[in-house]
């Protein structure tokens, strides 16, 4: 394929495959986990362990580049998370989940890199926010299919484990239609460039840490508090499901309204959206069993995922293509250190407050994200005057 557009389409049928079998471990291990009585803080960890790898996998994943190319190194991480899914199914035990959580977010982290980057180092300022939340729906879209195959046997048995392992084997076929170049010969190395990227774009090196501790806890514990407050594996699968819904509905028009306006902005306000939000569920409680929950966890899982991508369209804006991979791992680091600490603080506090606690621990992360977006917006409005006149520029071309 010479066209880059089939070659991006053909990617993005590969990564909804792929995430669709990794998809449905996100209620499957939790559900599972509650089932075999395991300890609420090896349930906690083992999201952190999750999260470990794949800040792990973000250090190595430009290496991994700069060897393979895109393509071959998405496929290769690909592979080894389908093996990862097997594994899990196979060793029913909290510290052999905690060990595999910590292998599957290793490769899990290379695909997201791996992709985003190759996405970023071909998009243009003035359509990188469509071209990302059409990677985001994509994303989504796969983790709300899989979600779906809780359907398709017991959450005792290996069944779901196996098909969510053999979708993810099928769906990288597209990937030999794709023509990837060779690997970057030239001597500077893709790398992660944390102080440059503080320097750069403060923004996008601190929103990236604090959108994972957020999100870490969200992802991980949601499962576990919709099962606790009675409902059962189909329901929970149903409530993620909407979650991800949201996600894949909200990303192109935030996207497209990311490109028109600042992106700080648009940050800000949907960090004190999803604040209100949390705060509402917080206080709810039990009263949103059922499909109230599932309605409110739409919504919130719209505004709550296109955060990330409207920051790291953000930072890439200021940074450039030629350090798309570094940025993008860069990037994924941050946010795996915060989802790594999230799942752990979150516990506490729902030790301490109950298990609507979860909501409250978010609600002060998104207040604080809001807070700093702010500050930075009245320090230097003009970054974002500058982004809008070379957007503005090439689109005259």
């Not at 090196?205 to 514990?221: E, H, K, T, Y």
């Not at 030629?322 to 941050?334: E, I, Y």
């Amino acid at each position: 394929m010479r066209s880059p557009y089939a070659s991006i389409a053909a990617l993005l049928v590969s990564v909804a495959g792929v995430l669709a079998g990794n998809g449905v471990l996100t209620t499957l291990l939790p559900v599972r986990a509650e089932l075999e009585h395991f300890p609420a803080l090896a349930i906690s960890l083992m999201g952190s362990a999750y999260f470990g790898g794949m800040l792990t996998g973000a250090l190595l994943t430009p290496r991994l580049v700069q060897r393979f190319g895109h393509i071959k190194a998405f496929g290769l991480s690909s592979f080894c998370g389908a093996l990862m899914i097997l594994a899990a199914g196979t060793f029913v035990e909290p510290h052999a989940w905690v060990c595999i959580g910590f292998l599957r977010g290793f490769f899990l982290a290379g695909i997201y890199a791996i992709v985003e980057s190759y996405l970023q180092g071909k998009a243009e300022n003035r359509i990188r926010g469509r071209l990302l939340g059409l990677y985001s729906i994509t994303q989504y879209g796969g983790w709300a299919i899989g979600n779906q195959f809780m359907r398709l046997g017991d959450p005792h048995a290996f069944t779901i484990f196996g098909i969510a392992a053999a979708v993810l084997a099928v769906f990288l076929s597209p990937l030999l239609l794709i023509e990837d170049g060779p690997p970057p010969k030239d001597s500077r190395r893709p790398s992660m460039r944390l102080l440059w990227l503080l320097r750069t774009t403060p923004v996008g090196f601190v929103c990236a840490a604090l959108i994972g501790f957020a999100n870490g806890p969200f992802w991980s514990l949601t499962p576990v508090y919709a099962t606790k407050l009675g409902m059962d594996g189909v329901q929970t699968g149903t409530l993620v499901t909407a979650i991800t819904l949201g996600s894949a509905a909200f990303q192109f028009p935030v996207g497209r309204i990311s490109d028109a306006f600042d992106r700080r902005k648009v940050l800000m306000g949907l960090c004190i959206l999803t604040a209100l939000f949390e705060v509402g569920i917080y206080w709810s409680g039990a009263r949103l069993i059922g499909w109230p929950f599932v309605v409110v966890g739409f919504i919130i899982g719209g505004i709550i995922s296109t955060q990330y991508y409207v920051s790291s369209a953000y930072t890439n804006d200021i940074t450039g293509r030629d350090n798309a991979v570094g940025v993008a791992s860069a990037l994924l680091f941050l946010y795996c250190i915060g989802a790594v600490l999230g799942p752990v603080t979150a516990y506490y506090v729902m030790r301490w407050l109950g298990d609507s606690a979860l909501y409250l621990h978010n609600a002060g992360i998104h207040v604080a994200m809001a807070v700093f977006v702010m500050l930075r917006v009245l320090r230097s409005p003009a970054i974002e005057k500058v982004r809008l006149s070379r957007v503005a520029a090439t689109a005259d071309r």
